[in-house]
Each structure stands twice: as structure tokens, then as C-alpha cells.
């Protein structure tokens, strides 16, 4: 969730301006407080609450002397975003910074411990106990490594640790342990990254380390030992995205950018239809299928299961990932257990493929390579989205989908759904084309509190992403419902100030959520439908309605319906002067 660069350059430059471009790039992990150690001489730390450019203003970090350093981002867990809990946290000589991104079940026994033997507390972080640790290990005789060797004995919980020592010149320590981690090999220099889109424009060739190593960064390269204390040799995989990718190239927010990337995505997504092919021939036989994510990738994988009951016929659970734990162990090795995330990292989405892995197939769907998923996992889609900055998901989710279209495809042996997709990335063009159509209806839902969405089939996930996009970047309470399940309770809300986005593309169900429609509508809702163009009938029932091409099928609705709705969350956000990419409270990896 925090965002951790480090670098050592290997000539005599200023690290401080690369450092702190390289964990802007991280702003997405977190946006809590920021904080810079540099050494020169002696280690200067530089931190504060606030977002980057405010914190920038007043402190200054490019100014910051030395050849190397360590950087953070704060996305709080343990401790308020406050100045004081901000990173790096030092020892208390001062001689030891640390950055950490995880959080430490056992911190606050390691803190009393601590405390008991002297040792003063400045934060209220987990992380704090780390340098304190460190610094209890060097004072009886171990160097950095092997000091962060032994701290990372005494912590549970999960972890990316980065420290410098003033009594060791010219070394960076790293370790990691179910939190990501990637040490980048660049011309200028060597790095360490909770994500490897943050060092893009200086290193592509990155290894993560695996847990338990220890990586030493100097001048002169990375060394990685292992827990017995041998080295380690692996060769860097090579990172196909480029800088410009992540850049915001004119757009006013990356969320807009990202939503107008999504015919590309889908194409560029397309283009793993032989690997899915591989991959289905290799398993062999599916007898049945579950589906595990969080969030957004929870709603493809819903979209998923709907598709491979419906054509396959082959029988399909979805599981949230915080949830898995408490299923049934009903899964076997005839079962494809298929993991479905945009960062790869999500811890409890990891947790779910360690465990199935001991007895079925996996599949991971993810979207960056060299990501933990895309490690573990015994065979891997890799969504091509490119780098998605924004928060909230929008390319990535188009090119999960896609992906699972194609295993479906595969599967079930139906090549018509497969050409069709081709047509696809077209449809979603048109839709994106709506933007000033929907940036214009989006000011009459800028003063609502709440709103209801709805759909049926294929279309209820849509509305269940709608909704989700709507509160994550708004704030506005939104829930996402089966369309029929609404008679059931929630009929009780709807009344002149409640907004209903009706999902309702033709097909076999639009004369059921139609029925709906007119529930909601009697009893005096707004109705907004987003349904196929030239349906006059239904522009009569609704207050306002956005039009999709008539010639998107039904089953393919979710990869072009959702479009319009990223889009009315977005304008709506813009509008009430929010940041769409950096929503309050939230983080684009979340890795405890
Ligand atoms: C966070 C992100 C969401 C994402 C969810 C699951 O909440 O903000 O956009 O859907 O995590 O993440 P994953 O990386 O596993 O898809």
C-alpha cells in the first residue's frame, strides 16, 4: 500500500531529484505523507503529512544532497497520517532510516520490549520498531544486513523494508516478505521499488527478490543472499512498459486517460488468444471453476461466471478473496482455481493461490508482470492494460474481462463468441465518444446523496461496477443490485430523491429488468437507463437515458455498458473538485 524507492547511483550526482520523480510515481500506493533520507556525511531525513507537490513546496527534497537514499509514500495503517509517522523512521542515534511498507502484528510487544530496554518512540507507526531493532543488533556486533537479517526474525506480519546506515557508506539493505519488492538495474544506477513502474524511466531489467533474501545495493551492482548467506544468481526479467505509458499526456487526470485506453487494452488483450489456447490444453479436462478477487476484479470474475455456466456448462463459484478462508474446502484437482488482479499483489487474493495451490490448478489474470500472482501461479494471463495509474480501475477491469471472454471461449470451444470480441474494442470507441454527453448529464447527480443501480444476467456485475465506481471516487453512497432483488428490501428507499441507473441492454432479459424500471419509476425514482440506441419505448420511460450501439450483443454488454458508468463517475468527481485518481481513504495495491 505504501510506496518504497531506494537508489544508489554510480556516479557522483545528487540522487535526490531521481528519488523523488521515482516515488511520485508511486503516489497511487499511497498519498498520506512523504518522506525522503538522503546520506551525505551523515543521513538527513526529510518528511511530512500532505500530498507530494504540497509537501514538495515546503521542504524541497531535489535540493537534498548525496548519491543515494530511500523514498516513501504513506498510505497509513498503523498510526494517523501525522508528520511524526511519516517515513523514513530513524533509531535513536539517528544513524539508522528505514522505509517500510507491510504492517507488523507482534509491533506492539516489539515496542514495549524495546521501550523496557530504553529505547524511545517517536511515531505511533509499526514501522518504528524496525531501525530500533536494526540498532539493538548492530550495538552487539552484526553488520546492516546481517542486523536486518535478525530483525526480520523478530517481526510477524508483512513487510518491504528498505534501510541505509551511517556506519556503513555506500550500501542499501532490502528485504521483503509478503509485500512486493523489485530491484531495478539501470545505467545510472541500482534500485529498489515497491513497484516497478515507479523506476520505469531509469531501470527495466528487474529482479524480485524472494522472501527470507537480503539484497545489498552499492555502486557497484546488487548482491542477493540467501538465509544461509550464499549469494544468488537470477537473471532480470526485461519490463516491456515503457515511462510514457505512465504519463498523463494531456489528460487532466490518468482516470480519463485510462478510460479512453480501453479499446487498445481490449485489443492488445485479444492478442493472448493462442496463450489461453496453451494453457486450456495443458490443464486438460475442467470439471469445474472458481473464480477468487477482490474489489473490481471481483466484478469480472462474477461476469466470469456467468459466461462459462452459460457456455460451457461447466459448474462455477466466485469467492471474494478475504473470504476464501471460510469456504468449504470443496476443491480438488480437478478443479481450476483461476485468481483474477490488476496489480497481482493483493494480499488476500495471494494468500487464497498459496493455499490452492497445495491442491488444484491456478490461474492468474494479471495485468503486471514480475507481480507476485503472476510468479505463483502455475499458468498466467497477462492482461495487456499497460500501467494503470488511477486508483479506480477502469482499463484494467475491460481487459480482465476480456481475458475471461477468452477463456470461456476456449473452454467451451465456442469461436463465435471469440470473433465477436473482435468488434469489441470499436463498440467501447463509440461509447467513450459519449464523454461531453455524459459529462453534461453528470452535473444534475452532483448534488445526490445516494443512487441505486441496476441489472440482470450479464448485467447486474455492470451495475455492481457501476455502483462501485460511483462511491469510490464520489463519495456518494451507491449500491449495485440484482435488478429483481430490489422488491426484496431496498424498494423501501427508493422514493423523488433517489436516482436509479437501470442497466438494460436488448436481449432475452430486457423485458424482465424493464418491469423493474417501471417499479422504481411508480414509486417517483429517476431513472437513468443506459440502454441500446433507437430504443424509443424505453427513452419514454426513463428521465434520461445514454445509448449504446444496437449491435452490442448481450452477452458481450459488460465490456461496453461499464464504459458510460466509469465515465458518469468520473465527471461527477471532477465536478465536486475531487481527485478521481487519488480517492480519500483508498490505494491502488493492497498488499496487507
Ligand atoms: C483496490 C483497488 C481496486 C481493485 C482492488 C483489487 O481496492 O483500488 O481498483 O479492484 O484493490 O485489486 P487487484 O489488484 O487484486 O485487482
Not at 518528511?47 to 537534498?64: P, R, S, T
Not at 539493538?136 to 530483525?151: N, S
Not at 456467468?306 to 466466485?318: H, K, Q, T, W
Not at 479506480?392 to 469461436?415: M, R
Request: aromatic share 8%; glycine share 8%.
Amino acid at each position: 500500500m505504501c510506496g518504497i524507492v531506494g537508489c544508489i547511483l554510480k556516479n557522483n550526482e545528487n540522487v535526490a531529484p531521481i528519488l523523488f520523480k521515482c516515488i511520485s510515481n508511486l503516489e497511487y500506493r499511497g498519498y498520506d505523507s512523504i518522506g525522503l533520507a538522503t546520506y551525505d556525511n551523515k543521513i538527513n531525513v526529510k518528511k511530512a503529512k500532505g500530498k507530494i507537490k504540497e509537501v514538495n513546496d515546503e521542504l524541497n527534497f531535489e535540493n537534498m544532497a548525496g548519491k543515494y537514499g530511500i523514498a516513501h509514500t504513506r498510505w497509513a495503517s498503523a498510526g494517523r497520517p501525522t508528520d511524526e509517522n511519516a517515513h523514513p523512521h530513524l533509531d535513536d542515534t539517528g544513524r539508522i532510516a528505514v522505509v517500510h511498507n507491510g504492517t507488523l502484528e507482534n509491533y506492539t510487544e516489539l515496542k514495549n520490549k524495546l521501550i523496557e530496554e530504553g529505547r524511545s518512540f517517536e511515531s505511533s507507526t509499526d514501522t518504528e520498531v524496525i531501525p530500533h531493532l536494526i540498532r539493538k543488533y548492530v550495538d552487539e556486533g552484526l553488520d546492516l544486513e546481517h542486523a536486518l537479517r535478525k530483525t526480520i526474525e523478530d517481526l510477524k506480519g508483512s513487510y518491504a523494508i528498505v534501510a541505509i546506515s551511517q556506519d556503513e557508506v555506500g550500501k542499501i539493505v532490502a528485504t521483503r516478505k509478503d509485500s512486493p519488492l523489485s530491484l531495478g538495474f539501470g545505467k545510472n544506477g541500482y534500485y529498489v521499488a515497491s513497484d516497478s513502474p515507479a523506476i520505469l524511466e531509469y531501470a527495466r531489467d528487474v529482479i524480485r527478490p524472494k522472501e527470507g533474501e537480503i539484497a545489498i545495493l552499492t555502486e557497484d551492482g546488487i548482491v542477493i543472499h540467501d538465509e544461509d548467506d550464499n549469494g544468488v544468481k537470477r537473471k532480470p526479467t526485461k519490463i516491456t512498459w515503457t515511462a510514457d505509458m505512465a504519463r498523463k499526456e494531456g489528460y487532466e487526470y490518468f482516470m480519463l486517460k485510462e478510460i479512453n485506453e480501453q479499446p487498445l487494452a481490449v485489443k492488445n488483450t485479444l492478442g493472448q488468444k493462442n496463450n489461453v489456447k496453451k494453457i486450456i490444453e495443458e490443464i486438460g479436462e475442467v470439471k469445474r471453476i472458481c473464480f477468487v478477487a477482490c474489489g473490481t476484479s471481483y466484478h469480472a470474475s462474477i461476469t466470469g461466471k456467468y459466461l462459462i455456466e452459460s457456455l460451457a456448462g461447466i459448474p462455477c463459484d466466485v469467492v471474494i478473496a478475504s473470504e476464501f478462508k471460510y469456504t468449504a474446502k470443496t476443491w480438488n484437482e480437478e478443479t481450476l482455481m483461476v485468481f483474477i488482479s490488476q496489480s497481482g499483489e493483493t494480499a488476500d487474493s495471494l494468500t487464497a493461490l498459496r493455499y490452492a495451490k497445495e491442491t488444484s490448478h491456478t490461474l492468474a489474470i494479471v495485468n503486471v508482470a514480475g507481480s507476485a500472482m503472476w510468479e505463483e501461479a502455475d499458468y498466467v494471463i497477462q492482461t495487456q492494460a499497460g500501467p494503470e495509474i488511477g486508483v479506480a480501475a477502469t482499463k484494467t477491469y475491460l481487459a480482465q474481462l476480456t481475458a475471461i471472454y477468452l477463456l470461456a471461449g476456449t473452454i467451451s470451444k465456442n469461436d463465435e463468441i471469440i470473433d465477436q470480441l473482435n468488434e469489441v474494442p470499436k463498440y467501447i470507441e463509440e461509447a467513450v465518444a459519449k464523454s461531453d454527453e455524459i459529462k453534461a448529464l453528470s452535473k444534475r447527480y452532483n448534488f445526490v446523496h445516494n443512487a441505486f443501480y441496476l441489472g440482470r444476467g450479464f448485467s447486474y456485475p455492470i451495475a455492481l461496477e457501476g455502483a462501485l465506481k460511483l462511491k469510490e471516487i464520489t463519495y456518494v453512497h451507491a449500491e449495485g443490485y440484482a435488478a429483481g432483488e430490489l422488491k426484496h428490501g431496498p424498494l423501501a428507499l427508493i422514493n423523488e430523491d433517489m436516482p436509479v441507473i437501470v442497466v438494460i441492454p436488448p436481449g432475452d432479459d430486457y423485458n424482465k429488468t424493464l418491469v423493474n424500471l417501471e417499479e422504481v419509476k411508480a414509486r417517483g425514482a429517476s431513472v437513468l437507463a443506459v440502454g441500446s440506441e433507437g430504443n424509443e419505448d424505453l427513452k419514454s420511460k426513463s428521465k434520461e437515458m445514454i445509448s449504446i450501439n444496437p449491435k452490442v450483443p448481450d452477452i458481450l454488454a459488460p465490456l461496453v455498458y461499464t464504459v458510460p458508468l466509469q465515465l458518469l463517475a468520473y465527471y461527477v468527481t471532477v465536478d465536486k473538485g475531487f481527485n478521481p485518481d487519488q480517492p480519500k481513504n483508498l490505494a491502488k495495491v493492497i498488499t496487507v
